[in-house]
DNA sequence: TTAATTTAGCACCGACTTGGTGCTTTTAAA
DNA sequence: TTTAAAAGCACCAAGTCGGTGCTAAATTAA
């Protein structure tokens, strides 16, 4: 639980694979197979992430997708929001749907919580997915670079 | 998106509200009712904390439940992970979903996120979340008005 | 022009999760 | 014995998630 979607995954693995070719326009199909990932799917995700300007799309024989100018400085947390919609750790942020705000014992501690995760989410580019990239984080023991929170 | 369940929040208020009664039983009524919660939902919430020992029950009249001796240093990560089973921020957690861990670009860095929420969430304990405890942490909004018992 | 390749849009489905309820049994106090 | 309460367990409706089908539009090559 408390679990990242396909979709973000999806979306960042290819932002990931982009990123390391650089210039040039990549397929769905070529990613998808390179990625080992369902290509329907992975065409929805890059859709979303067309539309958000992250990437750019051209139709026709050797189409596909490409980097935007430069979007290492995009976060996780822009990601998923772009892909999962707003990220809302419990009901109350918006007013919307909690009725009992005012008198919530744990509201403090909570909005405290959701803050922290979205740092969490916010400290962390594509930079540093990025294979090549001097940022990039390789398995497990990479230095840590450590949150501000 | 990537919100808490219902669960874990009915549970963190129910312990928030337990840890503010001290040593009384309380009944899923009358908790239910304060907190302005679907009682059945909060019994079968309690239920598992009760089992996790977290709290104690107490059958018949009168009874009810109670915060075990002292739960205070439970942490939210805890909670969570009690109610909602084990936190997976990926598949790639105990290697059994996910076939291209070893191919995997951006592994690295998400291993690194999933960390770091873990880490947040096992930041803040029941203290924080208990009204009249020394390190609970009010909003803004809900400054003077917790709910009185 | 025509055909082929590729993204865009959008609807749809099956499986699972989530929020919530019903009902019966067990425990314990009065 | 009656009654208040938790324990256990099954069940349901609605939503989400992963994934697919299908058609249209754009671009290139012949
Ligand atoms: S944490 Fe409190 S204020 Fe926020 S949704 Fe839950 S009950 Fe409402
Ligand atoms: S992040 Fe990589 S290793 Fe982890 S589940 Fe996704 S593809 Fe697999």
Redesign the interface.
Known sequence: ?????KRS?YG??AL??LG?RAAEFCSVREMAED??VPARLLAEVLKDLARAELINSQRGPNGGYQFAKDPTHFT?FDI?EIL????????CAPGLTC???????????????AE??KG??D??TLA????GHPD?????A?A?KS?Q?
Chains 1, 2 share one sequence.
């Open positions: 639980m408390l679990r990242l979607t995954e960042l693995m990931a694979y390391s990625m080992a996780i998923v999962e919609g707003e990220v809302q750790f419990t009901n009725t009992r705000e005012s008198s919530c014992t744990i509201h403090g501690a909570i909005s405290k919580v922290q995760v969490v989410l400290g962390f540093h997915l990025t294979p990039h984080m390789m398995s497990a990479t840590a949150l929170v």
